[in-house]
């Protein structure tokens, strides 16, 4: 097990940089996930990070180690790919026990060590068997028994959920979250997929066009996103943004679209009239009799909570409700967010402008 | 489902039983039949037809202009007792094995290559096929010239350089002569093999690679661990096809030795025309075209065996 330091990292491909200057540190153990929509060099970074890509300014090092430009396989980390890369010529075993032999260990020592792996899996009952002849969450962990044989310094994860289907894929996500807490490994995580992120990471870093938008804990990035990216990024469904005016004359208050009154505990200073975003959660809509008035469009019930989707000065929002209202479409309610909870960011340059 | 329960019924057309030809139209396995007969008409009348003439031929005592009579195994007992016949057996294998593993090793060198990111990588594998692209009689014409025994470019280079006094008779030396044969048939079968095998290469996927060199592995370990494995059973495919077309090859070398000299070169296909259409002896060629098919066979079973599906391709797919 080792901190992982990534420092200013760029990368280059011929003359379009995608990676502007990313520094991430990476602490001993923790279960890092980095999270961003496609194209936002995350994968990229993962690859520098094992080896597979150059690195072309910025340093990168494993424990006290520079690995710039050390081989990958002298890297000491462990890779689960997206597609597994399952050695389709090789039994289940033997791909378990593929580094091992090239490391030229004994055959007692690769047995011990694969049968080990297996355990950890479940696994052991599929040791002859042919990736072909599995199914996907089974190739998944056979993907992920190849990384824990070789008790590396880190595992690295490039999507490795996104095959799956929908149930798999979450019961997987806990296996494996479960796996980092017995192993305790270093883990970085690739996924564009902020659910994974939220439920397994220690930290997670947003990142969108190359650079880091935030880094931080699961709630604290969703407590307070730095910028509007983070906020519509994290949480599902995503927050509600609605532009207008802040009002800070007497008491504080945000005038959005169509003059509709919005509340806000407490305005930024010298920010009246200011142009700005209110940021809104679904689930932090209430219903209120000095509500917004809103008309309800579309009513999606998921039997644990309602999803509402209703016009709000003219622009669409959606509320999740736990209680069991009986809405049904063209039907007005008094929409009104949690002030304490609102989050307001800056119109052009999308910074958070509320504490 | 409303508009449907308010369009307008239409009349029911009267059901009238279905006759004998009705249930023919419709029988799945009677209309596949007459799909098949076009296929099953080219193989009966080009493979079948002539292949079943050949062997009958073998059996008789035809000649070009005079109908044969059956002589039972006659003709293959006067081959079983012919020096010359027994040498384009050995030369026919001496030809097949050497052409073929050379072929496979330079074409398997070649795939490897153009599988790699290089310059002008486009161009190279257009390139590699030129060989391939030229008709075989053409191609032998110019190796002709270039074994030359007065005119040849390199006795000409090589006596220039001062490393030989005198032309190298290449066609004309009965080991010269074999050497020429096979070189020019390498140059003419490695194309096949070098892109048969990097299209192979291409279906083995980059991650495998990457894995591998993450699990430790050198290069040479990535080809003898994933790679080649990985491109057997393409390899049983092509080297199948590149045995059977080398063994059975002949215009290269009716164009450039005629099976000379000292019948250094005749391969069984080039002794069989010679016998059957130069000496017009038709049961005679007709019976060492025949003394091929076990041959054949044997690479075919051989061939078949490689080809069966290996164990790790078994199983049903979960993409």
Known sequence: MSSVQIRDVRKSFGNFEVLHGVSIP????????????????????????????????????????????????????????????????MTVADNMGFSLKLRGAKPEEISTGVKRAAEILAL?????????????????????????????QVFLFDEPLSNLDAKLRVAMRTEIKELHQRLKTTTVYVTHDQIEA??????????????????GTPLELYDSPANQFVAGFIGSPAMNFLKGKVKSNGSAGFEGPNGVKLPLATAPANSDGQPAVYGVRPEHFTIADDGAEAEIVVVEPTGSE???????????????????????PGDKVRLKPDPSLVHLFDETTGKRLNG | MADIAIAPRRAKTEIREASAWDQLKHNRNWLGFWFMVPALAFLIFFLAYPLGLGIWLSFTDTRIGR??????????????????????????????FVASAIKFGIGLYLALLLNENMPFKAMLRALVLIPFIVPTVLSALAFWWIFDSQFSIISWSLKHLGIISQNINFLGDTTWARICVIFANIWRGVPFVAITLLAGLQTVS?????????????????????????????????????????????QLIWAMT???????????????????????????????????????????????????RRKWQQGENND
């Open chain 1, 198 to 215: 939220m439920t397994m990471a220690d930290k997670i870093v947003v990142m969108h066009d190359g650079i880091v938008e935030q880094m």
């Open chain 1, 26 to 89: 990476i602490e001993d153990g923790e279960f890092v996930v980095l999270v961003g929509p496609s194209g936002c060099g995350k994968s990229t970074l993962l690859r520098m990070l094992a080896g597979l890509e150059n690195i072309t300014s910025g340093t990168i090092s494993i424990g006290d180690r520079v690995v710039n430009n050390v081989q990958p396989k002298e890297r000491d980390i462990a890779m689960v790919f997206q597609n597994y890369a399952l050695y389709p010529h």
């Open chain 1, 124 to 152: 052991t009952p599929l040791l002859d068997r042919y990736p072909r002849q599995l199914s996907g969450g089974q190739r998944q962990r056979v993907a992920m028994g190849r990384a824990i044989v070789r008790d590396p």
């Open chain 2, 206 to 250: 980059p991650s495998l690679y990457e894995a591998a060199t993450l699990d430790g592995a050198t290069r040479w370990q990535v080809f003898r661990h994933i790679t080649y494995p990985l491109l057997t059973p393409i390899i049983a495919v092509v080297m199948t096809f590149s045995v059977l077309f080398t063994f059975t090859d002949f």
């Open chain 2, 67 to 96: 109908v044969g009579h059956y002589i039972g195994t006659e003709n293959y007992e006067w081959l079983w007792d012919d020096a010359i016949f027994w040498l384009s057996v050995f030369n026919t294998l001496l030809y097949t």
């Open chain 1, 306 to 328: 309602t999803q509402v989707f209703a016009k709000l000065g003219g622009e669409q929002v959606v509320a999740v409700f736990r209680e069991r209202h009986q809405f049904s």
């Open chain 2, 258 to 308: 005629r099976g000379g000299p000292v019948n250094a070169t005749h391969l069984m296909a080039t002794l069989s025309y010679q016998r059957a259409i130069i000496a017009g002896q038709l049961g005679e060629g007709a019976a060492i075209s025949s003394a091929m098919i076990p041959f054949l066979l044997a690479a075919i079973m051989i061939s078949w065996f490689g080809l069966q």
